[in-house]
């Protein structure tokens, strides 16, 4: 047993070295190879006031052209993909891209807000995007309620990026409204937009304002965590990542070429080149590895297990008070389960019925056949026995009138009438 031998913490599971050799350690494979095949679905959410470089940093992050930038055309001007239209000013559109890298294939979605902050009152902005990350959520658990979940459409945001405008000046009623009412649905990874356009000192400055707004509102945002890991080299790698959140980004669909010749992708300024991948420059690399290469699968895990399990709970509790109404039997498998229970026990309980019917009807009907085929046996027995006994009379009369005469012929055949009476036997006797 795993916990036996009286020597260790009750329940607690003990490691166990094996002698040979089972297999199992090769389902991390077997799950490599399938996602492989499958390829992996991630959606992303940008929001942020327009021109703050989202569909730039995009195009960088995934080095293609995922998101078309609009290059000094009209922000209002919808983009291709899907649009969901809003009375807040605020739309929701997304495109999706299929990625593949070494034979990996990401199903990419990309889901814009265009519109986001750009109003005179922007109170209600977030509400058409928490309604839209909620109505994701909803589509889930209706295809996870159905019968046939083999064909799940995941389009769950994994990670929210909120551009924050490089004020310098910590964050605006906007963006704190905005993340309080979001922190709870989504994986918040905040970062500082155009981050070119302040100081090094600046950056600093700013970064310690907004992560005091943001311990001061009480909100949660998505960060690397150390605790649950053993090597040192992912621990440390895991705090510089964490140390540079929010991280303060620079994007550029362009090259340029530096001292040494090569091109890079950066932004070229008249006192020198600002370049998009170097570390000491801006923290594009450190969100780019935190999304892509080390957190991507722990951002989809979050997800699943944190995110959309607390909207599922608190969706079925909510429904739960109006128990009469039907979208509550629609959403509770549980009541759904005994539902379906109670349904299969009363056919059941009909089908026996029908079937104890049938049989008595059977047996009845057999019983008839059985008692009908007994009385004409009967009365042929009787028919029989008259015969027989009336056989016997004359036979009884033919003999008397024999004995009254003398005759040897007459004798012989009293005596053969003597002993064919002898050797009847009445067949009711049989
Ligand atoms: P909307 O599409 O209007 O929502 O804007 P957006 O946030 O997608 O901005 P977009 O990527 O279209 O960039 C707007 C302008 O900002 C473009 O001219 C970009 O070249 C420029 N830009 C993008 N990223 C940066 C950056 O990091 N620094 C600077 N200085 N400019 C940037």
């Not at 989202?54 to 998101?67: A, D, G, P, Q």
């Not at 909100?219 to 053993?230: A, L, T």
Request: glycine share 6%; net charge neutral; hydrophobic share 35%.
């Amino acid at each position: 047993p795993a916990n036996g031998g009286g020597n260790g913490s009750a329940g607690a599971a003990k490691k166990k070295k094996m002698n040979g050799y089972v297999g199992f350690s090769n389902y991390p494979n077997q799950q490599h190879r399938r996602s492989i095949k499958r390829g992996f679905n991630f959606t992303l959410m940008v929001v942020g006031e327009s021109g703050l470089g989202k569909s730039t940093l995009i195009n960088t992050l995934f080095e293609s052209r995922v998101y078309p930038v609009k290059d000094g055309e009209d922000s209002s001007t919808p983009r291709n993909g899907a649009q969901v239209a809003s009375p807040t000013g605020v739309d929701i559109t997304s495109v999706s891209a299929d990625i593949v890298e070494n034979g990996v294939k990401l199903r990419l979605s990309v889901v814009d807000t265009p519109g986001f902050g750009d109003s005179v009152n922007n109170d209600e902005a977030w509400r058409p995007i928490l309604e839209n990350i909620e109505s994701r959520f909803d589509a889930y658990l209706a295809q996870e309620n159905r019968v046939n979940r083999s064909k799940i459409v995941d389009n769950r945001v994994n990670v929210l990026l909120y551009f924050i405008k490089p004020t310098g000046h910590g964050l605006r009623a906007m963006d704190i409204e905005f993340m309080k009412h979001l922190h709870t649905r989504v994986n918040l990874v905040p970062v500082i937009a155009r981050a070119d356009t302040l100081t090094p000192r600046e950056v600093e400055q700013f970064k310690a304002k907004i992560l005091a707004d943001i311990n001061f509102h009480g909100i949660h945002i998505f960060k690397p965590v150390s605790d649950h890991f053993d090597d040192p080299e992912t621990i440390s790698d895991n705090k510089a990542i964490a140390g540079k959140i929010p991280f303060a980004v620079v994007g550029s669909e362009q090259y340029v070429v530096r001292s040494d010749g090569t091109r890079v992708r950066g932004r070229q300024y008249p006192w020198g080149v600002i370049e998009v991948e170097n570390e000491n420059h801006n923290d594009f690399v450190a969100l780019r590895q935190m999304l892509l290469r080390t957190h991507m699968e722990e951002l989809r895990d979050q997800t699943d297990v944190s995110l959309y399990e607390s909207y599922r709970t608190q969706k079925l509790l909510a429904l739960g008070h109006v128990q009469n109404n039907s979208v509550f039997r629609e959403f509770n498998p549980r009541r759904q389960q005994e539902e379906e229970e109670r349904l299969h026990a009363a056919k059941m309980h009909k089908l026996e019925a029908e079937m104890s019917a049938v049989f008595k009807q059977k047996v009845h009907e057999k019983e008839g056949k059985l008692k009908q085929s007994e009385e004409e046996l009967h009365s042929r027995h009787q028919t029989m026995k008259l015969t027989l006994e009336k056989q016997r009379r004359d036979l009884e009369e033919k003999k008397s009138r024999f004995t009254q005469s003398d005759s040897p012929q007459v004798a012989a055949a009293a005596a053969a009438a003597n002993a064919a009476n002898a050797s009847f036997v009445d067949p009711a006797q049989r």
